[in-house]
């Protein structure tokens, strides 16, 4: 017997039958479900009603004049507007084959006749929620493609205006490196020639060595800032350009490019008493820059006629260098900061600051996969660890 209690799941339903008792009884039912129904005897008719106007559901027969079951339901299936349509057969054809043929031409479900209706009310209502269902998971996907490409869109703008800024800031640094040094070298250059021009008597010398170390720390941190800022900028062209690197060739030129200033302090450099043979993946000219910089930042650390030793090993198959010095150690406060940008106005080498170059090395080295620590030395001076990449293929 037929239950009272009305389905969830109200919808446009077609029905395909050429028996109009069939089409009567299922239109009786389903409209006392609440359902809107359509009744069509042909299938060509329903193929044409369905494209204009599509159903929720179909309930389609098999034996039917001119068009059966199977074609039209592999005609629905074949249009991209309506294959997405649930398709029930209702057939007096019971055997196995028939129904794998049913499925195989798109069918959702097969109801043998003769048919109960409460059989037709229950599938009916399961393929209509499914239906809904799939709708919903079907906007949900097309609300989701259209907020991932929302997104995708303002990523994409955003970085294009943080390529702007970061373009900006390179460009400005480098237009401010250019009007710094401009009247610098002028200022520069007229204050030797006072100092060249004043007598030759201990105050003035000691003002030619003041001049000559705020010269030198001024052209200094405007080379460091400048090249930090393009590392932070264009930090994967970098990477991209690293090669294998001679690390004694590399070792030797920084060694030469910091010999005056050791000179000025009067501490000697004294390079590593066993060959390296090594190369490392880098940059040669960055590679020598951070280098010299570390030696610079040992000198800092040396007393007066003391001398700062370099030395290497392997450890295990990465090349790792030592600088030590000689004379001074970092306060303990210091030590975590020793590489960090904005230490930079901290006093810590007695009577100066250490500039910009650990950070830089430290940002060079990093650049390519290596590493550099500190620590103090007992009884005094620091010890500066670099560990590099080993460039394979390369003896």
């Known amino acids: 017997m037929l239950t009272e209690q009305p389905l969830s799941h109200h919808g446009d339903i077609m029905i395909v039958d050429d028996n109009p008792a069939n089409l009567r009884l299922l239109?009786?039912?389903?409209?006392?479900?609440?359902?809107?129904?359509?009744?069509?005897?042909?299938?060509?008719?329903?193929?044409?009603?369905?494209?204009?106007?599509?159903?929720?559901?179909?309930?389609?027969?098999?034996?039917m004049p001119e068009m059966d079951g199977f074609e039209v339901c592999k005609h629905l299936k074949a249009s991209e507007e309506i294959?997405?349509?649930?398709?029930i057969f209702l057939s007096a054809l019971s055997e196995t084959q028939d129904k794998v043929k049913a499925f195989r031409s798109g069918a959702a479900d097969y109801i043998s006749k003769p048919f109960q209706l409460e059989e037709v009310q229950a599938r009916v209502e399961t393929h209509l929620k499914l239906h809904d269902l799939q709708q919903a998971l079907k906007l949900q996907n097309e609300n989701l493609e259209k907020a991932v490409a929302s997104r995708t869109r303002e990523l994409a703008q955003a970085n294009e205006r943080l390529t702007i800024l970061d373009r900006s800031k390179s460009e400005f640094l480098d237009?401010?490196?250019?009007?710094?040094?401009?009247?610098?070298?002028?200022?520069?250059?007229?204050?030797?020639?006072?100092?060249?021009?004043?007598p030759r008597t201990q105050e003035n010398h000691?003002?030619?060595?003041?001049?000559?170390r705020s010269r030198r720390r001024i052209l200094s941190i405007l080379d460091d800032a400048l090249l930090m800022t393009r590392i932070d900028v264009n930090a994967m062209q970098f990477r991209l350009s690293a090669a294998p690197v001679s690390l004694g060739a590399a070792l030797s030129h920084a060694i030469e490019s910091a010999a005056a200033f050791a000179k000025s302090r009067d501490v000697a450099l004294a390079p590593p008493s066993k060959r390296l043979d090594f190369f490392v993946?880098?940059?040669?000219?960055?590679?020598?820059?951070?280098?010299?910089?570390?030696?610079?930042?040992?000198?800092?650390?040396?007393?007066?006629?003391?001398?700062?030793?370099?030395?290497?090993?392997?450890?295990?198959?990465?090349?790792?260098?030592?600088?030590?010095?000689?004379?001074?150690?970092?306060?303990?406060?210091?030590?975590a900061k020793f590489f960090d940008l904005f230490s930079i106005g901290e006093t810590i080498t007695f009577g100066e600051d250490l500039g910009l170059g650990?950070?830089?090395a430290y940002r060079i080295l990093s650049l390519f996969g290596?590493?550099?620590?500190?620590?103090?030395?007992?009884?005094?001076?620091?010890?500066?660890?670099?560990?590099?990449?080993?460039?394979?293929?390369?003896v």
Do not use: C, Y
């Open 27 to 63: 239109e009786d039912m389903l409209m006392d479900q609440g359902h809107e129904v359509r009744s069509f005897p042909l299938g060509r008719l329903a193929l044409a009603a369905a494209i204009k106007d599509p159903p929720n559901l179909i309930l389609l027969d098999v034996n």
């Open 83 to 87: 294959s997405g349509i649930p398709v």
């Open 175 to 198: 237009l401010i490196s250019h009007e710094f040094r401009t009247p610098l070298h002028g200022l520069i250059a007229v204050g030797e020639l006072i100092l060249e021009g004043m």
């Open 206 to 212: 000691e003002l030619q060595g003041i001049f000559e």
């Open 281 to 335: 993946l880098g940059d040669q000219d960055l590679l020598v820059r951070a280098l010299h910089s570390l030696l610079e930042a040992a000198v800092k650390f040396s007393a007066k006629g003391e001398t700062v030793r370099l030395s290497w090993d392997v450890v295990p198959d990465s090349p790792r260098v030592f600088i030590e010095s000689q004379g001074r150690t970092i306060p303990g406060s210091a030590l």
């Open 358 to 360: 650990p950070p830089l």
């Open 370 to 394: 290596a590493s550099v620590s500190v620590a103090n030395r007992a009884p005094s001076g620091i010890r500066l660890t670099i560990s590099l990449k080993h460039a394979p293929g390369e």
